[in-house]
């Protein structure tokens, strides 16, 4: 859907955090024919240089303050606990025309956090479903969010600026679908951060076995990936984590012992069975 | 290494089966400058007619004993009770001096099946670490073995041999590494078949909480690509699976239910250490 004439696209945008998920934001922003002015901010000085240097951004100032002055949308992109933290500071000094969003991986903390700060009606959480492993803007680029499902949480006050939102992130190749905070959570203890620890869990026992990284086949590559990621980023996710997420793991361990008593037993077609409809999950 | 004048490149050579890992290596040789004569074969016509069509195999005999007949070098690429069955079969109706390998991922039993029909100083067990989720000749590439590690098992008396198979892997851009069939296998039992199983848990765990695979994002999907495996494929495999299979899973189940337990009990400290130490290990 193209904006209607009463949803104009965002002509400024503030990006407050300039890793992977802002940075590549940024770059997809800067890559459109008729982009937006976009002025970026990071609290590493070297980030905000190359991310003025890659032209993602029009203008970094050193403080975010400045960033946000005069922005149309201002959008956090920080670790979880950093975009509390930043909604109530940016929601202070920003007018009520000002629309705010993040992209942080939970969405019921922020929810919470914009409430407490008096700006549901002017907060339009997001989500995308992309990132890396990697971090930091040198790990940003500028298709990160091309073809990526991205979640939104608004208020029924916030409607026609999630609306524009929306907008943004077709305008850069990405999904919008609008949910709610608490669903979204618990959606992501289940579909991210369960496979998250799964792959340390796997990556923790390779380790202890004495096994490579570099012995690793593609697929053994493919199930550790995600035991690289960093592991600051996603400490205050744990801290609001849904209980979903334990009891994904409880099952996990069950999961495991299940499969390994199948193989002690010789029962083959036990094992062929579960991999038939893990598959038949898989394609489906 | 260039092959020395005493180990000329194989001019004719049989593959046995033609799905992924056969049909990727008939692809990879009718690349060449200097092509191997290729007969192919598969029990599946249309595998055979596939193969001649795409160019990947000069013949494609409708029985294999045609395809072996005057074969330099045989290349059994089927499932591994099937490799078992056709080493013994072409064994006995090819001469001395038919060099004979395969592509099977467990080497022990081969190497037995090698040593019973009297042939272990001309056979050179092969593993390629490659492979697709998916399976049959649609799903072989040409580049498939480029970069890929192949492991090797050969007899001394065999070694000649194995130097003409390592540089026959290398003109496809793979890279051949000698091993003990023992090693071999234990080895994959923890970097191979672990993360397929461990896949196949977390898979069976995200399918029971009711998440669609397209809910997953880049991190999900890659942790449960390998849920999506042949089924039929492993079975074989898991009958022969070393017994640090089953160790390596109930140490799985150990590492998923602590991380539970940390997650439960709010340990972010532990949660923190537990994903730098991963991190480590997969950046080593």
Redesign the interface.
Known sequence: LAPSPTDPPFERVAILGLGVMGGSLARALAGLDDPPHVLGWSPNASERDAALEAGAVAEAPAGWHEAVAAAELVVLAAPLRACCDLLAGVAAVTPAVTTLSDVASLKAPLARAAAEAGVSDRWVGCHP???S?RSGFEASRRDLYHG??VWTVASPAASSRADRVHALWRSVGARPEAIDAGAHDT?MA???H????????????????G???E??????R???????????L??DL??H?AP??????????????R??RL??E?D?DG?????????A????
Chains 1, 2 share one sequence.
């Open positions: 479903m992309a990132g492993e990526a499902r959606l289940r579909a991210s369960l496979p998250q620890l799964a792959s340390n869990a796997l990556a923790s026992v390779l380790a202890r076995a096994v490579a990284p012995q690793l086949g593609p697929g053994g493919d199930a550790t990936r995600l035991a690289g990621s960093d592991a600051g996603w400490r744990f801290e984590a979903e997420l334990a009891h994904g793991l409880y099952a996990l361990a069950g999961a495991a012992e499969i390994a193989l002690d010789g083959l094992l062929e069975e579960l991999m038939r409809s893990t598959r999950w898989r394609q489906s």
